[in-house]
């Protein structure tokens, strides 16, 4: 998926990471639901396959708060599936939602793992520490410091400019 709009681009590398993450746990859905398994290797599991998946190449992207917030979402919903979770009839939906999510918050103490939004920022700040320890000349620095003022053609009648942003 390439995408050259400005606009849309980080939601169309965001949706696709989705879709790649949805993939892998489907693709190893068998041990992730499986209950004969115990849960604590299911959720090392979880992090160490789904995880990274979903967050790969994210931290570049210029991602809103709530765009971070649905990736949250769609852990937690992963989450929920991998330790199990069952209705009881009559019994009010948000009852269910609070147990659920004690379920949820017992089996994280069995197993740690990072939240989505977490590892988004540890990428993010591992990102900016490269391109600080990046020599002087690398293409990195280059396009981080790179200006309309170092761009001089003689043949053109004016400097070149971008449009104004929203």
């Known amino acids: 998926h390439l995408s050259l709009r400005v606009d849309g681009r980080a939601h169309i590398e965001l949706k696709h990471r989705m ?27 979880f992090d160490t396959c789904i995880s990274p998946c979903a967050v790969f190449a994210i931290a570049i992207l210029p991602l809103s708060q709530s765009q971070i917030q649905s990736i949250c979402i769609v852990q937690r919903k992963m989450l929920r599936r991998v330790v199990g979770w069952r209705r009881i009839d009559g019994e009010p939906w948000r009852d269910t939602m609070i147990r659920m999510n004690q379920r949820l918050t017992r ?44 761009i001089i053609d003689p043949v053109l009648p004016s400097m070149p400019n971008r449009s104004r942003g929203s």
Not at 111 to 117: G, R, T, V
Not at 125 to 135: E, L, M, Q, T, Y
């Open 19 to 45: 879709q790649q993450a949805w993939g892998a746990f489907h693709k190893h859905r068998k041990v992730l639901l499986n209950h004969h398994v115990p849960l604590d290797l299911r959720l090392k599991f």
């Open 107 to 150: 089996a994280m103490d069995l197993h740690f793992i990072a939240s989505l939004e977490d590892s988004i920022w540890r990428a993010r700040w591992r990102f900016a520490c490269h391109v600080a320890a990046s020599r002087q000349d690398a293409w990195i620095r280059r396009v981080g410091y790179l200006s309309n003022s170092l």
